[in-house]
């Protein structure tokens, strides 16, 4: 065996003994951070050391130092796992080490981010014209968007903002809710459009916009106007409502961006789908392929309805770089040069499971999650916050009211949970109270992990409230 296939082979037996026992092992991470660097920090030394000492020890490193977040009891942030064949396709990424810029330097790329393209679209219900860019997640996605659309309101007012900046453009009116995502404000204020001189609508008890309160700030503007909504609240789930903020953003003239960086998915069912009705007439839509749709990280994915004004935004040329002229080329859609291949996954994903599968997952993460709301529910102590409409839960301790009794409660419950390692999720503040945030995400995820981890949380609180 050639030194490469040894050392590929160990790596591959390093990756399938940690996913092998995902399921079992403690949630959290298990390592500090000292020992992470006792183990990994040794100065670099001048000469080689063996490739399998190098990559032993990592899968060392890795069973104590990495959450399992891969696994079926991972309920933090809005963290997907990866489908079996997206993992697989990863690799394969890694092995052929294509840069996807433009068609020539890999035309495999360049025609899986087509095909893929176009089965996004498809699955999501956005124009079948909607051009696509594959990107390191949904915060890059939102930029992606947001660069497009500023593109297309200063070109409409007759400025070119690539050429000259935003020195002396005519002002953007930028309208976001009170509940966009905080990628959101970073995407507007690395595009030179300032994260504090947007315009907040407010939104209702589940964080949803006020669709008659947007038509309100929107009637009294002129000029180039973006208006931010969102598909799935970070803490709740819940949808802005998109049918009419379109409506109001379509007769203010103004580009309408949407982040749906998990609640997209909701398009690929037809229970939920309504939820996300109007998504289809926004100008741009960002979204993440490593949350929901169970894809290895980075990959996050932005659509575009208008592709020339994407193109414009993003690319540049020079001589030595051979475009293409009948080919995708795919530096056009993203803000990145050189790259991964990332589409590989996604692909992968897709083609493995099928419109059906995706659906499913869809389904029965959101089913999966009335299920823990549902268990938790049945706990006096327990309150559930959150009309629980899609795949996010709201957990308070003590009182669903504010209370600086059951915060102090509901924080000493979370950090107790992450300690006890049955599952692992992760706290946030919901109109001014501390509560337990779960996001179901996983494909692997069961509803006998949904009843063990719910009998773990009610053993903490218990165990929280004995110690008042
Ligand atoms: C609504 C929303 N938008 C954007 C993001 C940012 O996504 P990423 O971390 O993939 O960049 C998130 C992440 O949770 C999100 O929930």
Sequence with gaps: MSNR??????????????????????????????????????????????????????????????????????????????????????????????????????????VIETITAGWLRDLTGLPAQASVGFVTGCQAANFTALAAARHHVLSAAGWDVEARGLFGAPEIDVVVSDEAHYTIFNALRLLGLGAARVRRVPTDDQGRMRAEALARALDTGTGPCIVCAQAGNV???????????????????????????????????????????????????????????????????????????????????????????????????????????????VYAALRSIGRDGLRDLVERCCLLARRMASRLGEEPALHVLNDVCLNQVLVRLGSPSPDAGADARTKAMIERIQMDGTCWAGGTTWHGMAALRISVSNWSTTGSDIDRSAEAIVRVARTVLSED
């Design 5 to 110: 296939t040894h050392i590929l082979a160990r790596a591959a037996q390093h990756g399938q003994r940690y996913l092998e026992g995902i399921g079992d092992r403690f949630v959290g991470a298990m390592a500090t951070g000292d020992e992470l660097r006792a183990l990994l920090g040794a100065p670099l030394g001048a000469g080689p050391i063996p490739e399998s000492d190098v990559i032993d020890v990592l899968a060392l490193a890795a069973e104590r130092g990495t959450v399992a977040s891969q696994g079926p009891r991972y309920f933090g942030f809005v963290t997907g796992g990866s489908l079996p064949a997206a993992t697989a396709a990863d690799w394969l990424v890694s092995a052929w080490d294509q840069n996807p810029g433009v068609f020539v330097l890999s035309p495999l790329i360049s």
């Design 235 to 345: 803490n709740t789930g819940a949808f802005d409502p998109l049918l009419a903020i379109s409506e109001a953003a379509r007769r203010r003239g103004a580009w309408l961006h949407v982040d749906g960086a998990f609640g997209l998915w909701a398009a690929t069912s037809p229970k939920l789908a309504l939820l996300v009705a109007g998504v289809e007439q926004a100008d741009s839509v960002a979204t993440d392929g490593h949350k929901w749709l169970n894809v290895p990280y980075d990959c996050g994915i932005v659509f575009c309805a208008h592709p020339d004004s994407h193109r414009r935004a993003m690319s540049m040329s020079a001589a030595y770089i051979m475009e293409s002229r009948a080919e995708r080329d795919p530096h056009e859609y993203v803000p990145e040069e050189s790259r991964r291949g990332r589409a590989v996954p």
